[in-house]
């Protein structure tokens, strides 16, 4: 999740109301769901507070946002993790169960915050990533044939008398068919 821009700004406090409404109190509107989720991605900081009572109800919502992405069709929990969680309820880890959770879910974002700096700074430092690859695994192939001694440039075993007819024969084949292409190209 992206970090706030706003540093140690408060968070933006939501009032649900009976009817389900939500009010963000600091545009003065009412807002939906949606909207909440656009300021996750943002990293907004928000907090969710029952009108009536004023208790925190951040969490239910959230869950309930992860239940509507769900349910459009964005599906992001697997169902064997959904099993595992639901298990997990009572379990005697449950207690270590969030931390654990908060801890692998931070260190993913962060993996990917640097997997997409990696790539941006290659793309921007004018190499290639594809480039990079390519010479990885003509590296990898020379390696190869040094091992089974087929370097290139190295003498090459004496191929028997009909094998060289044989080539021969799919050479003179070859230019055949590439003086077909370049007549139909210039055609």
């Not at 790539?119 to 594809?130: K, L, R, V």
């Not at 370097?151 to 068919?177: C, H, I, M, N, W």
Request: aromatic share 6%; charged share 25%; proline share 5%.
């Amino acid at each position: 999740m992206p970090q706030s821009t706003e540093g140690d700004a408060a968070p933006v406090i939501i009032k649900k109301y009976a009817n389900r409404r939500l009010y963000d109190t600091e545009s003065s509107s009412y807002i939906t769901l949606e909207h909440l989720s656009a300021m996750t991605r943002q990293g907004r900081e928000f907090k969710v507070v029952d009108a009536k009572s004023g208790d925190d109800i951040t969490h239910s919502v959230l869950t309930q946002i992860i239940v509507e992405e769900e349910n459009r069709g964005t599906t992001l929990l697997p169902v064997s993790f959904l099993r595992q969680l639901i298990a997990m309820y009572g379990d005697q880890m449950q207690a270590m169960v969030p931390h654990y959770l908060e801890a692998s879910m931070e260190a993913f974002r962060r993996n990917q915050e640097q997997v997409r700096s990696t790539m941006m700074g290659m793309m921007a430092g004018g190499s290639n990533p594809f480039e990079a690859l390519a010479r990885q695994n003509m590296a990898m192939m020379k390696a190869a044939a040094d091992m089974w001694g087929t370097q290139p440039g190295a003498p090459q075993p004496q191929a028997a008398p009909e094998a060289e007819d044989d080539v021969k024969a799919l050479k003179a084949e070859l230019r055949a068919l590439q003086a077909k292409i370049e007549k139909l190209v210039k055609d």
